[in-house]
């Protein structure tokens, strides 16, 4: 990254998808609760570990464009946070598409493995290809629970948000990425994305939430089972 093309204030900005993204995984991660409450907690600590891992890049930044210092740890934190909170998020959101507890052991066997390839690797790749599958399959286990609640709204919103996450890509790859414009064209992209996903999630805590009072309010025995 070239500091002079990357201001401050746009290091500012990359706080926003961060904190847009931690506030989609945070609502998805804990809508196991009716189900299970400790998978939901489970669940909000990976929404808080992708969280950081955002934050801990931003910060990168941040120092980056503003003191010129390279905290290299920083941005290297990213994946292998978001990976280990991705996995999390899908645990909470497969208990809640199944309406009792999952088996959390796949899940923490795929987590030792990207952390051995990791390790033997020397590289974060692993957990790069880990975090990316992840946050995608959020969406698309979102886009499941949304379904099964009939808002539709929502199943379209992850499937933009999906497209629009997917367009970085040629973005990041393109000739004049260090710019200034493209950084703030993809910077828009990804926060546009985030806000699409937020969106989505809101909706679908909100249907699940609305077909569950019938259920309670037909049975009051399973409420306070």
């Known amino acids: ?24 995984f945070w609502l998805l991660g804990g809508a196991s609760a009716a189900i299970d409450r400790r998978v939901a907690v489970f669940g909000r600590v990976g929404a808080v570990l992708i969280g950081l891992g955002g934050v801990a890049k931003s910060t990168w ?6 003191f010129g210092e390279d905290v290299r740890w920083l941005e290297q934190s990213l994946f ?22 999952a088996p959390w052991w796949p899940y923490a066997l795929v987590g ?7 390790v033997a690797l020397a590289s974060v790749q692993p957990a790069f290809v880990a975090a990316t599958t992840g946050v995608t399959a959020i969406s698309v286990l979102g886009a499941v629970l949304a ?12 499937v933009l948000g999906i497209v629009a996450v997917t367009s970085l890509v040629p973005l990041r790859n393109h000739p004049q ?5 493209f950084q703030w064209l993809e910077q828009g992209t990804n926060t546009l994305a985030q806000a699409v996903f937020l969106t ?18 037909a049975d009051p025995a399973r409420v306070t089972a």
């Open 200 to 217: 989505a999630a809101l909706l679908t805590v909100r249907a699940a939430r609305r077909s569950a009072v019938p259920a309670a309010t």
């Open 147 to 158: 379904g099964r609640r009939r808002a539709w709204g929502a199943v379209v919103l992850y």
């Open 1 to 24: 990254m070239n500091t002079n093309d990357y201001p401050v204030i746009m290091a500012l900005e990359d706080y926003v998808p961060t904190l847009l993204a931690l506030a989609g």
């Open 61 to 66: 930044k941040l120092i980056l464009s503003a």
């Open 177 to 181: 990425h260090d710019t200034a414009a």
């Open 112 to 118: 030792v493995g990207v952390a051995g390839a990791a």
């Open 80 to 101: 292998p946070l978001m990976a280990t909170g991705a996995l999390l998020v899908l645990w909470s959101l497969h208990t809640t598409l199944r309406g009792r507890r």
